[in-house]
């Protein structure tokens, strides 16, 4: 037996066969037809699709036949691909190259004839061959449409190949067009939060200030407008940086997953309102140990706790905020409780079950609020796979639970 040689262009052939995407998938039945149409014309058993792929040879089509593979070093379509015309062996038994080959000796194969596969880049990928256990002589006809067929497997790997590009593109489109969908569903939320949630500030700003600019104020009426407006002009300022983070983050789309030294994060948060925490005599107690390690978005998680802190800040006085962990096998939960003010149960309703509307009371210095924060917060805890839910008695005191659930 003859081992057959490889071309001098087999890595690129093989890179051009690859290029297809057909190895290892399953029967077509365009290419099914084809070797029915072959076996019938030429009047043999056993037709096939044979590509050869480094070490073997596979059948994307096959009549006669039921493995779907043999070892490259023993397939006559191996021999076939060295050439340019139909490769025949009319004889096994005769040819040098095959008398002893194992599918001649052991399975009786006496006839080949393999048209090569040639795509438009002159790269011969396989065959579309007959076989008999006869010896056997094509006639001009059949060899003619053997050649032809052959022709017409390229053909259908191009047309398989052109399909597949076109469902991607289906694919990238329909994806491209949720995601501008849910773009355009963000933006128009944006719009609406901004419309009422900074418009409402800045008119009250505007209001003291004309009252001031006007006159119609006393010295001590107007130090109260200015402590006001500054307090004003911060919540307003802090609201316009989140949003701008929250649009950033929702347009990076990606998730940034770092690992976050939660300790040090809540004592930095902790810094922003140490003034506030003094003026209202709140004890802020940072229960994390300091060496748990959170892995998540960083900017989205800051965000949502802080927002958390400031609510708890917000709604208590000559109280406590106290932020914890507590991790199981299936949740990892970040909390933060408080002895304030606590919340309705319509408000806990619109929070945890995120429908009506996420109603604001004032605080306990009449900070005024607008639900703005826990929306973007909720928003952003989906984005990193996580779930906010709330806990409240009027009177008592809140918590609220950022919850991830363990992979």
């Not at 690129?12 to 099914?32: H, Q, S, V």
């Not at 396989?126 to 006639?139: A, M, N, Q, Y």
Request: hydrophobic letters at 40%; a negative charge; proline letters at 3%.
């Amino acid at each position: 037996m003859v081992v057959p040689s490889k071309p001098l262009d087999e890595e690129e052939r093989l890179a051009e066969l690859y290029k297809y995407e057909i190895l290892d998938t399953n029967p077509e039945e365009d290419f099914d037809q084809l070797v029915e149409l072959a076996s019938a014309i030429c009047e043999v058993p056993i037709s096939l699709v044979s590509l050869i792929d480094r070490d073997r040879q596979w059948f994307k089509a096959k009549k006669g036949l039921d493995i779907d593979e043999t070892s490259r070093d023993v397939a006559f379509c191996a021999h076939a691909i060295l050439q340019d015309e139909v490769f025949i062996v009319e004889n096994a038994l005769e040819d040098i190259r095959f008398f002893d080959n194992p599918y001649v000796v052991n399975d009786g194969i006496r006839f080949y004839a393999g048209m090569p596969i040639k795509t438009r880049n002159g790269k011969n990928l396989g065959t579309l061959c007959v076989i008999d256990h006869e010896p056997k002589i094509l006639s001009t006809s059949q060899k003619r449409a053997l050649e032809i067929l052959g022709r017409q497997v390229v053909n259908l790997m191009e047309l398989r190949l052109t399909n597949n590009r076109q469902k991607e593109l289906i694919t990238l489109l329909d994806k491209q067009k949720e995601e501008l969908k849910a773009q355009n569903e963000f933006n128009s939320r944006l719009i609406k939060l901004l419309a009422h949630d900074i418009k409402s500030p800045l008119t009250s700003i505007k209001g003291g200030l004309d009252l001031i600019l006007d006159g119609h104020l006393q010295p001590n009426e107007a130090t109260q407008i200015f402590k006001d407006l500054s307090n004003s002009i911060d919540s307003t300022l802090q609201m316009v940086n989140d949003t701008l983070r929250w649009g950033l983050l929702n347009i990076r789309k990606e998730l940034v997953l770092e690992p976050i030294h939660l300790h040090t994060m809540i004592e930095e948060i902790k810094d922003l309102y140490k003034f506030l925490l003094k003026s209202k005599h709140i004890l802020f107690f940072n229960n994390v140990p300091e060496d748990y390690i959170l892995y998540s978005d960083p900017e989205s998680v800051e965000i949502i706790l802080r927002n958390f802190i400031q609510n708890s800040i917000k709604y208590t006085e000559n109280g406590t905020v106290k932020v914890s962990v507590n991790d199981n096998d299936s949740f990892r939960c970040i909390s933060v409780t408080d002895t304030g003010k606590g919340m309705t149960p319509a408000q806990l309703q619109a929070i945890n079950h995120q429908i009506g509307q996420f109603l604001s009371t004032p605080g306990t210095h009449g900070e005024k609020g607008t639900g703005f924060g826990l929306r973007m917060c909720l928003d952003l805890a989906k984005s990193i796979g996580a779930n906010i839910y709330a806990s409240s008695e009027e009177g008592k005191g809140t918590q609220f639970k950022l919850i991830f659930k363990q992979d």
